[in-house]
């Protein structure tokens, strides 16, 4: 399995970035697919998930009704929509992904991980 992040860029405050995540292989929806994000300086961060059927998401608290998490099983792919941007955003984004199932959120509990995309949130 080989993930592959991109959409991330440099914005202003406010502004909104859409993040994917392409998946490659031929079980995609066996996956539980996360967001991480690493900020300068920082330990990398959970951010969010989505179930194996697109169902349920969760989200941590700092980004619950700004972001949204979504996923097209046909097409392989999870998006992470980052709305009303903070400097606070500013990192780089990393998704996950893992057969375990719902409910992982550590860093070790993903087995796949894709390359990064960086977001930098300027004011």
């Known amino acids: 399995v080989q993930l592959q992040a991109s959409g991330g860029g440099l914005v202003l405050v406010g502004d909104s970035l859409r993040l994917s995540c392409e998946v490659s292989g031929r079980t995609f929806k066996a996956y539980t697919v996360g967001w991480f994000r690493e900020a300068p300086g920082k330990e990398r961060e959970f951010v969010g998930s989505i179930s194996r059927n697109g169902v349920t998401t969760s989200l941590i608290n700092s980004v619950k009704g700004r972001f949204n998490i979504s996923r097209d099983n046909p097409k392989k792919t999870v998006y992470l929509q980052m709305n009303s941007l903070k400097p606070e955003d500013t990192a780089v984004y990393y998704c996950?992904?893992?057969?375990?199932?719902?409910?992982?959120?550590?860093?070790?509990?993903?087995?796949?991980w894709g390359q990064g995309t960086e977001v930098t949130v300027s004011s």
């Open positions: 996950a992904a893992d057969t375990t199932g719902w409910g992982i959120t550590k860093t070790y509990e993903y087995a796949y």
